[in-house]
């Protein structure tokens, strides 16, 4: 009777591992995939980051077009300038969150750097991923970097800018809107809102800072992550 009582013991032990294991197996993928991210952006201030304005700006300060408020980056963008990464990185998925404020000075643009690499000028060596309203996804190539791209979607007047996939992917002005930006290798792979809007290979280089554009408009940025691969 008591060997009875052992086994049946044993068994209800494990039955009860079995269910705490597939319990913690259905909670776990999601915790872990968060602990992933790592925050570039804290919400409080521009820590990790520096800032580079055009020197042909007189009197311009960083302050003057960077402020963080309600964990929002706010850009001005009256001059051109950025803020870019302290650090370098390869390999990863960056997201971020931006919508159009309500300033406009020069038109609606601006963009996001990756693979950024050399000395702060206007502009540096690197691959943008558009942001300019209306044109969302867009490849720039600057300062002689280089990513092969489906050639049928070169813009016919500029050989190093290239046009989306798919149009209707930005939200209206003022909502937010999100960026997945993965860099794997020496692809590039840009979706917006949920959907592929441009992809490139062969990207020359391939590792560097990570750049956000001061370039004609308000514009705010949050949520800003990063994920090894």
Not at 146 to 155: A, E, F, V
Not at 199 to 228: N, V, Y
Request: positive net charge.
């Amino acid at each position: 009777m008591s060997l009875q009582r052992t086994v049946l013991s044993a068994l209800v032990s494990v039955v009860v591992f079995a269910a705490l294991v597939a319990v913690l197996g259905q909670r776990h993928p999601g915790v872990a995939d968060e602990e992933k991210w790592i925050p570039l952006f804290n919400g409080k201030d521009l820590s990790g980051w520096d800032t580079f304005i055009d020197p042909r700006a007189e009197g311009v300060k960083p302050e003057d077009i960077w402020s963080v408020k309600d964990g929002v980056i706010i850009c001005q963008g009256q001059v051109n300038g950025y803020l870019i990464t302290q650090k370098e990185y390869d390999n990863y998925v960056l997201k971020l969150q931006w919508r159009w404020g309500e300033k406009i000075h020069r038109g609606r643009n601006s963009g996001v750097f990756v693979h950024v690499v050399g000395p702060n000028r206007i502009w540096p060596k690197g691959i943008e991923a558009q942001l300019m309203s209306g044109h969302a996804g867009d490849f720039w190539l600057v300062g002689g970097a280089t990513l092969k791209i489906d050639p049928r979607r070169r813009d016919p007047r500029i050989s190093r800018h290239y046009f989306r996939i798919k149009d209707g992917v930005e939200k209206p002005i003022g909502h937010w809107n999100q960026y997945e930006i993965i860099c794997k290798g020496d692809t590039i792979r840009l979706i917006i809102n949920g959907q592929l809007v441009n992809e490139g290979t062969d990207a020359d280089p391939c590792r560097g800072k990570i750049l956000l554009q001061s370039e004609g408009a308000e514009i705010h940025f949050r949520d800003i992550k990063l994920k090894k691969l």
